[in-house]
């Protein structure tokens, strides 16, 4: 399967007014499919279940799709950046697509919340992506360091398709991240790697909780425990 070729042929059937993008030489990628109209955009990429597609506004990721049927997602594609439809009415119409959900406001304030939301949208648009990464498991470590009282005031961001952790917006000198292992030469499930002083210390486990309080514990050691 050429994924842009057969994507194209579908849009050309229906008089789509869609064109995707090329790559140099005017090759259309075989395994992905890119496009964008304005402030819209789309990616779409072969997968183990089939073809995933998200559909974004600039960098933000409102909606995905995971289906074997390109025709759908060729439909989904001039709806959104041809027609330009909203993302809730290709909802009614497509039960396939799924919207995002940003954790609900809370007291932490709305920069803070800004940030945590940016990260699992980064994750929630990679999910289904055939990546070493697994943002699937991504997302559950995401939401359950929400859950925390502590690393719920760090600052999350992605480092190299890892989740990190910093007290403040921009990031700090001190690297703390978590992530699932995607070494075949360790057996463990995930890895804890913290950067300080000049010193690389990982720590594999196998389960998620220990991992999240190893990092909570090194949070306290670098930046002092945070205020309640």
């Not at 989904?76 to 940003?102: A, M, N, P």
């Not at 007291?107 to 800004?114: C, E, N, Y």
């Not at 190299?160 to 952790?165: A, M, N, Q, V, Y």
Request: proline share 2%; hydrophobic share 35%; aromatic share 12%.
């Amino acid at each position: 399967m050429n994924l842009s070729y057969d994507i194209q042929q579908h849009l050309e059937n229906i008089k789509s007014s869609v064109s995707l993008g090329r790559w140099e030489g005017n090759i259309m990628p075989d395994y992905c499919a890119f496009a964008h109209s304005k402030k819209r955009n789309i990616s779409a990429g072969l997968c183990k279940d089939g073809i995933e597609l998200s559909m974004s506004e600039k960098d933000f990721c409102y909606a995905r799709v995971l289906t074997s049927d390109i025709e759908t997602i060729a439909h989904l594609i001039d709806l959104w950046l041809g027609k330009g439809l909203f993302i809730e009415e290709l909802k009614s119409r497509f039960q396939e697509v799924e919207l995002f959900e940003g954790f609900p406001e809370d007291k932490k304030g709305k920069r803070l919340l800004k940030k945590w939301n940016e990260v699992k949208n980064a994750f929630f648009k990679d999910q289904y992506s055939s990546s070493t990464f697994h943002y699937d498991i991504c997302i559950k470590i995401l939401e359950d360091a929400k859950k925390d009282t502590t690393l719920s005031k760090m600052y999350p961001y992605i480092s190299l398709g890892k989740l990190c952790f910093s007290d403040r917006a921009n990031g700090f000198s001190n690297y703390l991240c978590i992530a699932p292992t995607h070494w075949k030469s360790i057996n463990e499930k995930y890895f804890v790697f913290i950067t300080s002083d000049n010193k690389n210390i990982q720590i594999n486990i196998d389960d998620l909780n220990e991992g999240l309080e190893i990092l909570k514990q090194n949070i306290y050691r670098l930046n002092g425990r945070p205020k309640t």
